[in-house]
């Protein structure tokens, strides 16, 4: 019963409703700035997909459009003079060798500083031909027996003081013992010079004219032994 009063209730009052009136809708043409001007949210479709033209830049209605555009200034091209000045010409003439003048643009005076003259003892001799750095290095290589002994061994320095001929130079190095008798004539500075050290402690002349040298490597394989105190 009271299913057959609810639908009756129901069918009555949709039959005595008025009908709703028409809805008109109305479109609004797109708005080009992207902007609304009633503050509603704007919803944004996706637009023709065969539509490939790329947009405007910058915008229509951009403040980069309405300003007058300005050329690029040109590049401004100086000359050297303009660059930098030339210094004053008293400054260079009253210049003097060994006082410093800091206004002056002048190389550094250790530049006009003639080169020092080389020492006598230290001066080069002419070696003959196949007496070179490289033919030492290939000597040394090439399996000659440079040392003179099977062995190494401990001398002393009386024993060092009998090899002090040009054809068996023995000399001592930071404790060293080198046969120098092959590398006499490959010497720089000339088979002389070398024989002042044979048969004696050569460490404080080597120090003298060119400790930078690496004589350890140069002489390696003329090492004899270890120079030791007398018994």
Not at 51 to 67: K, Y
Not at 88 to 98: D, F, K, M, S, Y
Not at 105 to 112: E, K, R
Not at 162 to 188: C, E, M, V
């Amino acid at each position: 019963m009271t299913s057959y009063l609810r639908s009756w209730l129901f069918t009555q009052g949709a039959e005595t409703a008025p009908l709703p009136s028409p809805v008109t809708i109305i479109q609004s043409p797109p708005d080009t700035d992207g902007d609304t001007d009633d503050g509603d949210t704007e919803t944004v479709h996706g637009g023709d997909d065969a539509d490939d033209t790329p947009p405007s830049f910058p915008g229509l209605n951009s403040a980069q459009r309405l300003s007058p555009s300005l050329p690029a200034p040109a590049p401004r091209i100086f000359t050297d003079a303009r660059l930098m000045p030339p210094p004053p010409v008293p400054a260079l003439a009253n210049r003097r060798p060994g006082v410093s003048n800091s206004n002056s643009l002048a190389v550094p005076l250790t530049t006009l500083r003639p080169p020092s003259k080389p020492s006598a003892k230290r001066g080069k001799v002419a070696l003959a031909p196949g007496h070179g750095p490289l033919d030492w290095a290939n000597l040394k290589k090439s399996g000659e027996d440079l040392r003179g002994v099977d062995t190494l061994l401990r001398v002393t320095p009386s024993m060092l003081k009998q090899h002090n001929k040009r054809d068996d130079a023995w000399s001592a190095f930071n404790g060293k013992i080198y046969n120098i008798t092959h590398y006499l004539s490959y010497h720089p500075g000339g088979e002389k010079e070398l024989m002042r050290v044979a048969g004696r402690d050569g460490s404080k002349l080597f120090a003298l004219t060119h400790a930078w040298v690496n004589l350890d490597y140069m002489l390696d394989g003329c090492l004899v032994g270890f120079l030791v105190p007398e018994a």
